[in-house]
C-alpha cells in the first residue's frame, strides 16, 4: 500500500528514479494519496508501471489524475495478469481516461492499458 512509496522515495536512489515497477500490488485507500505526497521527492520519476495488480482504487487513480501538476509527466501502466480480473482493470483504465479528458487544460499524467 501506501507505504511502499515513502521508502521508496527515501532511498539514496529516490530522486534519480526514472520508473518504479510494481508486481502484484494491492493499491489500497493508502497508494494515491502516498503517491502524491512523495511526488516532489522523487523528481525524475516518469513511469509507474503496475504488474497485475490485486486491485485499483479507481477513485483514488482519477483523485491523482485531477490532482497532479499539469506540467508533471507520469505515465501510470497498468499491465493485466491471466489470473486478475482483466475486464474490471480495463474498465477502470477506460473510466479514468474518460476522467482525465474532461479536466481542463493539458495535463502531463498519462493512464495506459497494457497486456
Same mark, same amino acid.
Given at each position: 500500500?501506501?507505504? @511502499?512509496?515513502? *521508502?521508496?522515495?527515501?532511498?539514496?536512489?529516490? $530522486? +534519480? #528514479?526514472? /520508473?518504479?515497477? @510494481?508486481?502484484? *500490488?494491492?493499491?489500497?485507500?493508502?497508494?494515491? $494519496? +502516498? #503517491?502524491? /505526497?512523495?511526488?516532489?521527492?522523487?523528481?525524475?520519476?516518469?513511469?509507474?508501471?503496475?504488474? +497485475?495488480?490485486?486491485?485499483?482504487?479507481?477513485?483514488?487513480?482519477?483523485?491523482?489524475?485531477?490532482?497532479?501538476?499539469?506540467?508533471?509527466?507520469?505515465?501510470?501502466?497498468?499491465?493485466?495478469?491471466?489470473?486478475?480480473?482483466?475486464?474490471?482493470?480495463?474498465?477502470?483504465?477506460?473510466?479514468?481516461?474518460?476522467?482525465?479528458?474532461?479536466?481542463?487544460?493539458?495535463?502531463?499524467?498519462?493512464?495506459?492499458?497494457?497486456?
Amino acid at each position: 500500500g501506501g507505504a @511502499l512509496l515513502p *521508502a521508496i522515495a527515501a532511498t539514496p536512489l529516490g $530522486p +534519480s #528514479l526514472q /520508473r518504479i515497477t @510494481l508486481s502484484e *500490488a494491492t493499491l489500497d485507500a493508502t497508494f494515491w $494519496p +502516498s #503517491l502524491l /505526497r512523495v511526488l516532489p521527492s522523487l523528481p525524475q520519476l516518469r513511469c509507474i508501471k503496475l504488474l +497485475s495488480p490485486g486491485s485499483i482504487r479507481r477513485l483514488g487513480l482519477a483523485m491523482v489524475c485531477g490532482a497532479m501538476p499539469a506540467d508533471r509527466a507520469l505515465e501510470v501502466s497498468i499491465v493485466g495478469g491471466v489470473s486478475h480480473d482483466v475486464p474490471a482493470l480495463k474498465a477502470v483504465v477506460r473510466e479514468v481516461q474518460a476522467a482525465l479528458q474532461h479536466l481542463p487544460g493539458p495535463r502531463g499524467i498519462t493512464v495506459v492499458w497494457e497486456h
